[in-house]
């Protein structure tokens, strides 16, 4: 495996988002209209060229991410946060749901300072308004060397419908998501 220096084309814009297990962010922003790739992997961490068994020993540092490009044109990276707010618990550190380890931390590594600045507001805005009872512990750092996963963890849920995880955690996300965002799907 080695790092990722994906170029967008002209146009396009790279954000890379933790928030639990990669497979169910990745279920979820493939079908927004707007995304033009998306890639499952590990960012964050110390180790060099990190594979699935070390991230999830919890001892890298890294996180299981997203990375998600994507045309500001056809959807703004304050959608593509909001999504990533409703979609995942971002009060709980290093845990979403029945996966727990600093890999599953909620995390926004921002590429460019504008992606941070909106990052903070957005953070800012769900605080004041009150959205969750806890407070929000989603880190906001820059975003350093990108690992893409395994092959087999690419387009999983899709892949793999019928795995009991993807049943019983990554499809209600869809529904939810779905019925709460489909003005911004797919057609």
């Known amino acids: 495996m080695s790092a990722s220096t994906n170029p967008n084309t002209p146009g396009e814009e790279t954000t890379t988002l933790g928030g639990g297990c990669f497979w169910c962010l990745e279920a979820v922003f493939a079908q927004l209209r707007g995304v033009t790739r998306i ?9 060099a060229d990190p594979d699935y068994e070390a991230v999830c020993s919890g001892t890298t540092g890294h996180a299981e991410v997203v990375q998600i490009v994507f045309d500001p044109q056809m959807i703004a990276y304050r959608d593509l946060l909001e999504v990533f707010f409703t979609i995942h618990d971002p009060t709980t550190p290093d845990r979403q749901g029945n996966d727990v380890g600093s890999q599953y931390r909620s995390v926004i590594f921002h590429h460019t300072p504008q992606q941070r600045e909106t990052a903070l507001q957005a953070i800012a805005a769900l605080t004041a308004a009150g959205t969750w009872r806890a407070p929000i512990v989603t880190q906001v750092t820059t975003a350093t060397t990108f690992y893409p996963a395994e092959a087999y963890h690419q387009e999983y849920v899709r892949h793999h419908p019928h795995q009991p995880y993807c049943r019983i955690v990554v499809a209600p996300k869809l529904v939810k998501f779905r019925k709460q965002f489909a003005d911004k799907l797919n057609r």
């Open 39 to 47: 890639t499952s992997g590990y960012m964050g961490g110390t180790l």
